[in-house]
């Protein structure tokens, strides 16, 4: 997956600190999630209020994106990203201090949350821009792999909300964060090749081009999808199948971690065959996944097997989008990657508080999953719209790149 001159063709350092950085922004981002079951426990939440609380840093990733794209391209992608992390690292020992104990702070610190999120608008551009178009999947794959963070909230919060108290979490997940800022600082640099700074004006011209429409719906699936289930399985294996808080968390983390690792590898698949093929593929099976998984599994083993095929389709398809937009928007990547990085939060946010309130109305979190199905079908039908346009006017844009 990775040859000699992919190595040669970029600077590794960067890459890597580009994954380190997305790696513990997720985890931060969807650490309200991972240590859902704790606090809907000790603060006496509803269904509905749960499904906000894990919803709510999504949704505040997503509008945040918008922010840092555009930063990305003023000040540069690394600038911007020391900005966001003293920023999350600040709100972490905040929460740590003033030991939030009520529903409206527990909101307002997923809102400060949701700036990890936005490090999605960060990490990639510092990426891509390194790499020539050819390498697009498998860079954008390796750094938006960082998304593999949600395993370790999964794995690590619960537990330490165990020993140490949910309120103690905030303070411990500063540690690692603290010592990530300092390899990014050292090791990240923005590449050569930097696209001139543009008005505010030129950033609207974006949204005229339909293309970009697309790959915002195409992504609110694919990593909306893969976010609002990461953030909501936690509450899912405990409430469905009656697990305890660090038993949901071991189940949550094997579906994440199999969505993360996947998403490099949908991304260098699309190299070889396609962003568009990919694509496709991957919405079929996460939208059968998600609907079997309606049907509620009689076991949390089956519904385990279930999430893990529906997941790691989603990851996949996170990494064949991302195959796709630099060659369309080479030289808009940093408000590209903040647009179509907020709708997958978009996405996310409507995926985990359409549970909550399906859980709250119904009892079942069968209408969240049919509906969060039937987007993807809506993708799928557009993605066979759109297609044979694509492929036959993209030439000036990718340079013989497949899509």
């Known amino acids: 997956m990775i040859s000699k001159d992919f190595l040669k063709s970029g600077h590794t350092p960067t890459l890597v600190s580009a994954f380190l ?25 509803s269904a509905a209020q749960k499904g906000l609380m894990v919803a709510v840093p999504i949704l505040a990733g997503a509008a945040l994106r918008l922010v840092t794209g555009i930063l990305v391209d003023l000040i540069g992608p690394k600038k911007t990203g020391l900005i966001a992390q003293v920023i999350v690292i600040a709100g972490l ?16 610190m997923g809102g400060v949350l949701g700036m990890a999120g936005a490090a999605f608008a960060v990490a990639l551009p510092l990426a891509s821009r390194w790499y020539p178009m050819k390498y697009q999947g498998v860079a ?6 960082g998304n593999s963070g949600t395993v370790f909230a ?14 103690m979490v905030f303070g411990l997940t500063a540690i690692p964060l603290i010592l990530v800022f300092f390899v990014f600082l050292l090791f990240a640099k923005d590449a050569p090749e930097k696209p001139a700074a543009k008005t ?26 893969f976010v609002g289930l990461s953030s909501s399985l936690n509450l899912y294996f405990n409430s469905e199948y009656g697990l305890t808080p660090v038993t949901a968390g071991f189940f949550t983390a094997a579906c994440v971690f199999i969505g993360s690792l996947l998403r490099p590898i949908g991304g ?5 065959i396609g962003g568009v093929r990919t694509l496709t593929t991957m919405y079929v099976i996460a939208g059968i996944g998600l609907v079997v998984l309606s049907l509620k599994m009689p076991t949390v083993y089956t519904a385990e097997a279930v999430l893990i095929v529906a ?45 909550g309130v399906s859980k709250q109305i119904t009892g079942s979190y069968q209408l969240g999953l049919l509906g969060f199905a039937l987007l993807a079908v809506v993708a799928l039908t557009g993605l066979t719209f759109i297609k044979k346009k694509w492929r036959t006017t993209w030439v000036e844009y990718g340079a013989g790149v497949k899509i």
């Open 93 to 108: 020992i905040t929460a740590w201090i003033k030991h939030i104990d009520s529903f409206n702070a527990v909101l307002a």
């Open 311 to 355: 997941m790691g389709a989603l990851g996949m398809g996170n990494g064949a989008v991302f195959q796709l937009v630099p060659v369309r928007f080479r030289q808009q990547i940093g408000v590209m990657t903040g647009l179509v990085g907020a709708f997958g939060g978009v996405g996310g946010f409507y995926l985990a508080a359409s549970l």
């Open 140 to 145: 954008l794959g390796i750094a938006g792999a």
């Open 268 to 272: 260098t698949i699309a190299d070889r």
């Open 21 to 45: 950085y997305f790696d513990m922004s997720f985890m931060v981002w969807v650490l309200l999630g991972a240590l859902s079951v704790q606090i809907a426990k000790d603060l006496g939440l």
């Open 200 to 225: 505010l004006g030129q950033y609207a011209a974006v949204l005229k081009e339909s293309d970009a429409w697309w790959f915002m719906l195409f992504y609110g699936v694919t990593f909306g999808g």
């Open 154 to 167: 999964s794995l690590f919060a619960p537990t330490l909300a165990k020993l140490y108290g949910w309120q």
